[in-house]
T-cell receptor, first 114, second 112 residues
Framework: NAGVMQNPRHLVRRRGQEARLRCSPMKGHSHVYWYRQLPEEGLKFMVYLQKENIIDESGMPKERFSAEFPKEGPSILRIQQVVRGDSAAYFC????????????FGPGTRLLVL | AQSVTQLGSHVSVSEGALVLLRCNYSSSVPPYLFWYVQYPNQGLQLLLKYTSAATLVKGINGFEAEFKKSETSFHLTKPSAHMSDAAEYFCAVTSTGNQFYFGTGTSLTVIP
């Protein structure tokens, strides 16, 4: 009865490198959400995906950030050419359905950009 | 547009005392409201949620919250604080389910 899995838990990158964050939703969940948490701040919505589709990416920066949720495998949040301002905790959540369904959160990936 | 305001970024209470964490929301449509708790270096765990049923919602670990439309509030309470309640608490609102709008969090300290 595994919950939402995220890996890696900690990721260190140098400026200009790429960061790939993975999220495996709870079993049976087909809705995935990504959030970013900056120090001393709440979570900010980034993107909402269903299998093979991006439903809402209104919270995603226009450049360098992309997300996918393929038919098979985990959801991936990809950050290209990372900068120090990308250092944050990135949380993935999944839900069984949509509209008021509870979102279950993973433990997060803490990205540090040197 | 929707938003959540959590008054008081840090709250300290004595063990056994009442816990009151404040949350006010802004929403142009009927909201769905949530309280989550976050322990250090962990993800968020759902405490309770309001989805237009009973206005007084009971959650886990003895927490409860009351939805007050007239005050646009959804404050979280617990009659008697335990040391294990020390954590960060987040209030969140949604209407479409696409996005959850989170407050900036309230850090609860419990003094022995």
């Amino acid at each position: 009865n595994a919950g939402v899995m995220q890996n890696p838990r900690h990721l260190v990158r140098r400026r200009g490198q790429e960061a790939r964050l993975r999220c495996s939703p709870m079993k049976g969940h087909s809705h995935v959400y990504w959030y970013r948490q900056l120090p001393e701040e709440g979570l900010k919505f980034m993107v909402y995906l269903q299998k093979e589709n991006i439903i809402d990416e209104s919270g995603m920066p226009k450049e360098r950030f992309s997300a996918e949720f393929p038919k098979e495998g985990p959801s991936i949040l990809r950050i290209q050419q990372v900068v120090r301002g990308d250092s944050a905790a990135y949380f993935c959540a999944s839900s069984l359905g949509h509209l008021q369904e509870t979102q279950y959160f993973g433990p997060g990936t803490r990205l540090l950009v040197l | 547009a929707q938003s959540v305001t959590q008054l008081g970024s840090h709250v300290s209470v004595s063990e056994g005392a009442l816990v009151l964490l404040r949350c006010n929301y802004s929403s142009s449509v009927p909201p769905y409201l949530f309280w989550y708790v976050q322990y250090p270096n962990q993800g968020l765990q759902l405490l309770l949620k309001y989805t237009s049923a009973a206005t007084l919602v009971k959650g886990i670990n003895g927490f409860e919250a009351e939805f007050k439309k007239s005050e646009t509030s959804f404050h979280l309470t617990k009659p008697s604080a335990h040391m294990s309640d020390a954590a960060e608490y987040f209030c969140a609102v949604t209407s479409t389910g696409n996005q959850f709008y989170f407050g900036t969090g309230t850090s609860l300290t419990v003094i022995p």
